[in-house]
């Protein structure tokens, strides 16, 4: 038996890059998954045995249907990973060069989204007295990188948001924590090569372990946060990233 059996998993961004590595692994140790994704992930879905629903998670809206067409589907929630983000395709450039368009939109998704769902989730999970919430966050926010201050910035409000959150929701006995990956080689990466080029050296000399990070790399400790194995451990962060990072 999985170690995920019979729970219900909504992974947000779960269509594609990392996303869609959470939802595969979920899926194979048990759980139904919901993958919450803007773009198509019927495919995907239909693959894991799992459920897609449109979201766009900047959209309080959306993020309510989400959650409700969840428990239409399953009648609970169990975990929720919060993943949708912009990073990839966000070009590397000066603070000064970032208009605030692009630093709204960057909050809207990053920030926004992941405090929409968990809006929309965390009553459901509230009225059970039980669940997991993942927020995926980022290397980055510990150790600082030039040309990156929208994303960054984001991702440091989610370890706010996560340390902040696991105090008022303990009492219902809700684990919330961070996923933080390091420099992750997914295929959505894959499609700017700028973002390699400009930090793979950077990265790798800041490792223990020199090598680079692969998707597959976070599966063990995803797993571990969205099971029964994480139910004392609130409010932390693990990062992922071959000890670039001490958190």
Sequence with gaps: MGRLEGKICIVTGGAAGLGRT????????????????????????????????????????????????????????????????????????????????????????NVRGA???IKAVGPVMQARKTGKIINITSGTTYKGMPNMLHYITSKGALVAMTRALSRELGDSNICVNNLSPGL??????????????????????????????FPNDLIGALIFLASSDSDFVTGQTIAVDGGSVNT
Excluded at 185 to 210: F, P, Y
């Design 184 to 213: 992750i080689l997914s295929d959505s990466i894959a499609q700017n090569k700028n973002h390699i080029d400009q930090t793979e050296d950077r990265v790798l000399a800041s490792r223990a372990l020199k090598r680079h990070g």
């Design 115 to 117: 405090f929409a769902m």
């Design 22 to 109: 959470y939802c595969k692994a979920m899926a194979a140790e048990g759980a139904h998954v919901v993958v919450a994704d803007i773009i198509d992930g019927e495919e995907l879905a239909g693959d894991i045995g799992g459920l897609y629903a449109k979201t766009d998670v900047s959209s309080p809206q959306s993020a309510c249907a989400c959650a409700e067409r969840t428990i239409a589907e399953y009648g609970k929630i169990d975990v929720l990973v919060n993943n949708a983000a912009l990073y990839s395709k966000l070009p590397m450039q000066p603070y000064a060069d970032i208009d605030f368009d692009l630093w709204d939109q960057v909050m809207a998704v």
